[in-house]
């Protein structure tokens, strides 16, 4: 029903940003909430950010806030997540999710895996010291 297609990975010093973006195919883009998750070498995949379905409610992981935005244009059926600041530990696969539930994300919800429905096939964000 969805497809994303993520793109923006590279490398890049730390100290540095860069935007990553994900497109999403689909006839109710706005109907789904959106996150970015992140998975490096040796660990499970982790929760960065994520944004409610009008983009009004925002949540982040305590590791990024503050360093990282997530927003959405629903008429793009685009989500980005701009990292700035970057750090040797934010080097990691990135992935994008979407997920539709009949409740509202809560932050508890909007950081679990089970809660998206679709997923990205990743980029590489590569943070050198």
């Known amino acids: 029903q969805v497809q994303l297609v993520e793109s923006g990975g590279g490398l890049v010093q730390a100290g540095g940003s860069l935007r990553l973006s994900c497109a999403a195919s689909g006839r109710t883009f706005s109907s789904y909430a959106m996150a970015w998750f992140r998975q490096a070498p040796g660990k499970e995949r982790e929760f960065v950010a994520a944004i409610s379905r009008s983009g009004g409610s925002t949540y982040y992981a305590d590791s990024v806030k503050g360093r990282f935005t997530i927003s959405r244009d629903n008429a793009k059926n685009t989500v980005y997540l701009q990292m700035n600041s970057l750090k040797p530990e934010d080097s990691a696969v990135y992935y994008c999710?979407?997920?539709?539930?009949?409740?509202?994300?809560?932050?508890?919800?909007?950081?679990?895996?089970?809660?998206?429905?679709?997923w990205g096939q990743g980029t590489r964000v590569t943070v050198s010291s």
């Open positions: 999710a979407a997920g539709h539930r009949s409740k509202p994300l809560t932050t508890a919800r909007a950081a679990e895996i089970d809660e998206y429905d679709y």
